[in-house]
């Protein structure tokens, strides 16, 4: 016997889009993430350091800190960075690149 499938309703069709648009622009910022951090160099500088702190990135990119302690906070909850150190103060944290990620970058 086949079972019949019901039509989705109004509702559920309003949801799932909702839900799709919000992955598609999770996804769009996070790539708007990934070429600012091509641009700025900040991939390369992680890659040839093998990890920094915010302060030693922002140092070597020539960039203020705390802009790039939230560009790195974003890359690593996106999975595109690690931190060596989470439990480490903000100042104090570690991140890395790891291994991999920067050839697909």
């Known amino acids: 016997m086949s079972e019949r499938v019901e039509p989705r309703t109004d509702e559920g069709r309003r949801e799932a889009l909702a839900q799709k ?7 769009a910022l996070n790539l708007i993430s990934v070429y ?3 641009r700025l160099g900040l991939y390369r500088v992680l890659q040839e350091h093998q990890g920094a702190t915010a302060d030693e990135l922002a140092s070597a990119a020539d960039l203020h ?3 790039v302690r939230e560009w790195l906070e ?18 104090e944290r570690r991140y890395r690149l790891p291994p991999g990620h920067d050839e697909a970058l």
């Open 36 to 38: 600012l951090g091509d």
């Open 65 to 67: 800190p705390r802009y």
């Open 74 to 91: 974003q890359q690593t909850v996106s999975s595109i960075l690690e931190t060596e150190n989470p439990e480490a103060a903000d100042d």
């Open 21 to 27: 648009l919000t992955a598609d622009a999770i996804g």
